[in-house]
T-cell receptor
């Protein structure tokens, strides 16, 4: 079935460094990728939406220079947290949309990345 | 504006009993899809069930069923014969037809605890 491989699952980084999170769709083409952020015991907050080959569309209040999203191919999207600070510590999860599949009614989530900035 | 409301922050149910998790939604779109996801403590989002706004029958998937009341704009999830492994966070989500690029709108979630 449709699988989105998200790496790393956990990462600890020092304040001021950058961290890249990858979401790779296996055996299907991710037409659209959604990136979410989730704080403990809270809902998923949409950060940005990207289409392959296009610039990402960011939600209001999300700093595009801080959260760089690249969707260069139909199977790979990346989120880079630049100059990370402790307040960026959170759970990040991607969701790929495939217009050609009915599996999961078109949405496949990655397994998430728990980022801790120290 | 699109809105999903889950009014139960936490629910408790005894093993083998049924439980209903509430979800109401608000949209001006006539066509939309409703989803339920389970999120265990590991963080992954597990798709449970889907209901289309024009589906005349309530969706069912194994122990999960969706009590869809269109006029009331509610889409409650019913879990029958609860198991300890059902303990998790449950999210209701909606995709309006007019949603940009198929974006999902999520509720705040309900933390379900199943006790023996």
């Amino acid at each position: 079935g449709a699988v989105v491989s998200q790496h790393p699952s956990r990462v600890i980084c020092k304040s001021g460094t950058s961290v890249k999170i990858e979401c790779r769709s296996l055996d299907f083409q991710a037409t659209t990728m959604f990136w979410y952020r989730q704080f403990p015991k809270q809902s998923l907050m949409l950060m940005a939406t990207s289409n392959e080959g296009s610039k990402a569309t960011y939600e209001q209040g999300v700093e595009k220079d801080k959260f760089l999203i690249n969707h260069a191919s139909l199977t790979l999207s990346t989120l880079t947290v630049t100059s990370a600070h402790p307040e960026d510590s959170s759970f990040y999860i991607c969701s790929a949309r495939d217009l050609l599949t009915e599996e999961n009614y078109g949405y496949t989530f990655g397994s998430g990345t728990r980022l801790t900035v120290v | 504006a699109q809105k999903i409301t889950q009014t139960q922050p936490g629910m408790f149910v005894q093993e083998k009993e049924a439980v209903t998790l509430d979800c109401t939604y608000d949209t001006s779109d006539q066509s939309y899809g409703l989803f339920w996801y389970k999120q265990p403590s590991s963080g992954e989002m597990i798709f449970l069930i889907y209901q289309g706004s024009y589906d005349e029958q309530n969706a069912t998937e194994g122990r999960y069923s969706l009590n869809f009341q269109k006029a009331r704009k509610s889409a409650n999830l019913v879990i029958s014969a609860s198991q300890l492994g059902d303990s998790a966070m449950y999210f209701c989500a909606m995709r309006p037809r007019g949603s940009t690029l198929g974006r999902l709108y999520f509720g705040r979630g309900t933390q379900l605890t199943v006790w023996p």
